[in-house]
């Protein structure tokens, strides 16, 4: 069992930046994919940004790259998303997500490939 806890959300306005804190406890954490996903009011879930357990590879959504930056500090059992240049359709709660991944498997984007989930942080930019 992996327990995720999710921190850095917040209020920001447009053009600002904030850092996303998931806090994982529970199993070896440097053997999980990470994954952070959104989902806005009235909308569906959607893919934001995932990182590899062992080559540290990313993957971003279209709609953050280069704006977004995830990372992993594997020795503080957390993964972190940089957001700059945040936009009026950055609002969303975040969640971050676990899956163990060694050896990597496909479907890194995919929510429904992920195990473990977070409780979200509300994400708010003002235009």
């Known amino acids: 069992q992996v327990q995720l806890g999710e921190s850095g959300g917040g209020l920001v306005q447009a053009g600002g930046s904030l850092r996303l804190s998931c806090a994982a406890s529970?199993?070896?954490?440097?053997?999980?994919?990470m994954g952070w996903f959104r989902q806005a009011p009235g909308k569906e879930r959607e893919f934001v940004a995932a990182?590899?357990?062992?080559?540290?590879?990313?993957y971003y959504a279209d709609s953050v790259k280069d704006r977004f930056t995830i990372s992993r500090d594997n020795a503080k059992n957390t993964v972190y998303l940089q957001m700059n240049s945040l936009k009026a359709e950055d609002t969303a709660v975040y969640y971050c997500?676990?899956?163990?991944?060694?050896?990597?498997?496909?479907?890194?984007?995919?929510?429904?490939?992920?195990?473990?989930w977070g409780q979200g942080t509300q994400v708010t930019v003002s235009s």
């Open positions: 997500a676990a899956r163990y991944d060694y050896p990597p498997r496909p479907d890194v984007k995919t929510g429904g490939r992920y195990d473990y």
């Open positions: 990182i590899r357990c062992r080559d540290g590879s990313t």
């Open positions: 529970g199993r070896t954490f440097s053997n999980y994919a």
